[in-house]
Nanobody
């Protein structure tokens, strides 16, 4: 089992920035097997969508709607993934979920979610 704990959400004005963090804990085997960490989000009345993922070897994938504005990174030693969100728009308002998965697989573990609200 893996536990994912997110932090860093909140209210920000359009054009602003936020940084999300997610720390993973669990068995050594599970943490080693789930080599991809990332973020998904679900906005009000919308389907859940990919934001970004990063493997333990640095392979990165972004959703089309955040390319050029969001940056995902990870610290393998701390089992922590980060999401730097810049030039935020009202349509970025969503609950953001941290995930862990095997490479090229759907997420196996989800965090509890953190709310990001972009509004003036």
């Amino acid at each position: 089992q893996v536990l994912l704990v997110e932090s860093g959400g909140g209210l920000v004005q359009p054009g602003g920035s936020l940084r999300l963090s997610c720390a993973a804990s669990g068995s050594i085997y599970d943490l080693a097997t789930m080599d991809t960490m990332g973020w998904y989000r679900q906005g009000p009345g919308k389907e859940r969508e990919l934001v970004a993922t990063v493997s333990d070897r640095g392979a990165i994938n972004y959703g089309d709607s955040v390319k050029g504005r969001f940056t995902v990174s990870r610290d393998n030693a701390k089992n922590t993934v980060y999401l730097q969100m810049n030039t935020l728009k009202p349509e970025d308002t969503a609950v953001y979920y941290c995930t862990m998965a095997r490479l090229h697989h759907d997420p196996a573990y989800w965090g509890q979610g953190t709310q990001v609200t972009v509004s003036s």
